[in-house]
């Protein structure tokens, strides 16, 4: 499994980016794939993710109707389009997969994940 983040960058407060995940050694619709993210001095935090069967998406309270994710199964591709940017989304973000789909995204622990991206920077200029 490899997992290779792209997207990031320095965009001011109440801008956007898409970041994207391109995904390889396993298909999307065998396994969960999702986001996580981690700022300075916090623990890393799962904001979205996609389950392979019904390709319901979860996502954290303070994400959601801001950052929807999608993906491309046929290019093995995640997306998260990332709008109305605000300060304390500045982190490393995160690809992650996981055979075993977690239950909720509370239940995705950093512990549980499978395969990790290097993770892409983003920076968020107020």
């Known amino acids: 499994v490899q997992l290779v983040e792209s997207g990031g960058g320095l965009v001011a407060a109440g801008g956007s980016l898409r970041l994207s995940c391109a995904a390889s050694g396993f298909s999307f619709d065998d396994y969960a794939i999702g986001w996580f993210r981690q700022a300075p001095g916090k623990e890393r935090e799962a904001v979205s993710y996609i389950r392979p069967d019904t390709g319901r998406q979860y996502y954290s309270d303070s994400v959601k109707g801001r950052f929807p994710i999608s993906s491309d199964n046929a290019k093995n591709t995640l997306f998260l389009q990332m709008n109305n940017l605000k300060p304390e989304a500045a982190a490393v973000y995160y690809c992650?997969?996981?055979?075993?789909?977690?239950?909720?995204?509370?239940?995705?622990?950093?512990?549980?994940?499978?395969?990790w991206g290097e993770g892409t920077q983003v920076t968020v200029s107020s």
């Open positions: 992650a997969a996981n055979e075993i789909v977690p239950l909720s995204l509370a239940s995705w622990s950093v512990s549980d994940v499978g395969s």
